[in-house]
């Protein structure tokens, strides 16, 4: 693997094979539930030019990780939401790196973003810890991929995510030294 594809992968591409379980569910519950205060502990501290600083050669500065976060995790809500209140309901893809060219991921402060994760994590959080396991099962069609998502796989993949985007930010200021 080169050296760019590890600074975009940090901890690899999500990949999840067997069945998943009350345990597992329970330790990407806990992933989801943890995330907003990693990430502000993550750029606590840390001045307008390093937040303005790309994680990698071409990649997005900080504050438009954390920006793109918040955007992403929005729609995995609603997706969630859509799946328990719709039978196979097709969810509305976007462009997550025009959204993150957009001036407010470019120019609001990261300090939005973490207010809104907060907030966002705890709602996502107390939903997911009330369902029960065959509810999980329910599903979202994604019609640029054609295919139906489960709200578990879903779960886990928006686990990984946020410590995908964490890893670029941790990884950033240990290379930096910050």
């Known amino acids: 693997m080169s050296q760019v594809e ?11 094979h067997g069945e998943i ?11 989801i539930a943890s995330l907003p205060i ?9 001045s307008a030019e390093q937040l303005s600083t790309p994680y990698r050669d071409g990649g997005w500065t900080v504050r438009q990780v954390i920006h ?3 955007d992403s995790h929005m729609n995995a809500y609603i997706r969630l939401k859509l799946a328990l209140t ?7 893809p976007y462009h997550e790196d025009r959204w993150a060219e957009l001036h407010d991921s470019e120019l609001e402060p990261a300090e939005t ?7 966002l994590h705890r709602r996502w959080t107390t939903l997911l810890q009330s369902l ?3 509810v999980y099962q329910r599903t ?4 640029e991929q054609q295919k139906s998502t489960s709200l578990d796989v879903n779960l886990g993949m928006y686990a990984w995510h946020g410590r995908h985007h964490l890893a670029h930010i941790v990884n950033l200021k240990e290379r930096k030294g910050w």
């Open 113 to 119: 973003s973490l207010v809104l994760l907060d907030a």
């Open 21 to 31: 379980d009350a345990a597992q569910r329970k330790i990407w519950i806990g992933q």
């Open 132 to 134: 029960s396991q065959d």
């Open 140 to 143: 979202f069609y994604h019609p």
């Open 86 to 92: 719709e039978d196979n309901p097709a969810i509305k």
């Open 6 to 16: 590890d600074f975009r992968y940090p901890i690899g591409t999500f990949n999840f």
């Open 68 to 70: 793109h976060v918040a």
């Open 38 to 46: 990693q990430l502000r502990n993550a750029v606590a501290g840390l």
